[in-house]
């Protein structure tokens, strides 16, 4: 079974629409988890696996399906594959992301009241249970298959390299989401005994771009990580979200992957469609033949590459995004706003306000 290990809940897995607040263990065996399991064998759609009853009811594959092709049905349940996020401790506070993710948002949020922007507050960040988390995640250890690390930033968490220190000896696939900013000694070291591992790298730009959209970002630092990463015997991704900042920077970024490239390497992008004042479709209409042709320059390079097929999910999407562009026009007020308060918060200045004839 898949199971999602949140900061403060676990469910069954990542689409699952209820969340429990047990720790991972205590879920696992409890009269709830047995239930969803009965209902599935018996033919019957628990309530929170609605997303998967409807892309079946639609003739799309489900994750439901898809691990039942990965995984065979033990005569036991077995945790086989874990995505696990220790807490949303994270030295980065990027643009698009949100306090859940990233303790540092969180504290500006509370500090700056900024509920407006993120619609809601934390009461506290969520680190308290990460070595209640470790505890129960060591135990599925001998059956475990695979285990996707997430955060907050997982290479900022203790309980990380708790865990990872301790499957480096075994058959697991283990997967990795980093912003590649602290790629350390202890990292490589463990990462390299890993017999399956990916890594995820977080990259919205590069330059001062990436400085100014993923707050936190020294880009020497994370470019010179990259090519250690780079250097591992292992498959590399990289992930974009395309908001209305990084959109006009999308071709240095598009550059920088192509050059990059080497066996079991890819990306993937995706429009920011949550908050909605950071989609791409609230930049002004009079950039929008210059951002068409970015993108038409990043469908081209992305096309004219050998490894093509890793970046089909990019070129779709960026398809997409320039058919939104032709036609959708969202209110940027919002976008304005929001980018004030952090630039005066942050002490940054946007470099695109020239877009706008009155900003």
């Known amino acids: 079974m898949h199971q999602f290990i949140g900061q403060n809940f676990t469910k069954p897995c990542c689409e699952f629409t209820e969340e429990s607040s047990q720790t991972p263990n205590q879920y696992w065996h409890s009269n709830e988890l047995a239930k969803i399991r009965n209902d599935l064998l018996t033919g019957k759609w628990p309530i929170g696996c609605k997303t998967c009853k409807t892309?079946?009811?639609?003739?799309?594959k489900s994750l439901r399906q898809r691990s039942c092709e990965e995984y065979t049905i033990?005569?036991?349940?077995?945790?086989k594959y874990i995505d696990v996020r220790f807490s949303n401790k994270c030295n980065f506070a990027?643009?698009?992301?949100e306090p859940i993710f990233s303790s540092r948002i969180s504290k500006e949020n509370s500090l700056h009241n900024l509920e407006e922007f993120y619609g809601y507050k934390l009461d506290k960040n969520y680190v308290n249970n990460s070595k209640q988390i470790a505890n129960d995640v060591e135990k599925y250890l001998p059956t475990l298959e695979k285990i996707m690390f997430t955060g907050g930033e997982p290479t900022y968490i203790e309980e990380f390299y708790t865990i990872l220190e301790k499957i480096t000896d075994k058959d697991i696939q283990v997967c990795i989401t980093t912003n590649a900013s602290l790629i350390s000694k202890r990292f490589l070291k463990a990462v390299s005994k890993i017999k399956k591992l990916h890594i995820t790298i977080s990259l919205d730009?590069?330059?001062?771009?990436?400085?100014?959209?993923?707050y936190g970002t020294v880009w020497s630092t994370v470019e010179e990580n990259i090519q250690k990463i780079l250097k591992l015997n292992c498959s590399v991704m990289f992930n974009s979200v395309i908001t209305a900042y990084s959109l006009p920077h999308l071709d240095k970024l598009v550059d920088f992957i192509i050059e990059n490239e080497q066996n079991e390497y890819g990306a993937d992008m995706y429009i920011c469609n949550n908050p909605s004042h950071l989609h791409p479709c609230v930049l002004p209409k009079k950039s929008r033949i210059r951002l068409t042709e970015v993108i038409n320059y990043c469908i081209l390079k992305l096309t004219n590459s050998i490894r093509v097929e890793d970046y089909r999910n990019c070129i779709d999407v960026l398809k997409d995004l320039k058919v939104q562009l032709s036609k959708n026009f969202y209110d940027e007020k919002k976008f304005k706003l929001f980018t004030d308060k952090l630039d005066k918060i942050r002490n940054q200045k946007y470099d695109n306000r020239n877009l706008w004839t009155n900003w």
Do not use: D, M, T
Request: glycine share 4%; charged share 20%.
């Open 55 to 60: 892309l079946e009811e639609n003739n799309s």
């Open 74 to 79: 033990p005569s036991q349940p077995q945790v």
């Open 94 to 97: 990027c643009r698009s992301c």
């Open 205 to 214: 730009a590069v330059g001062q771009p990436a400085e100014y959209i993923r």
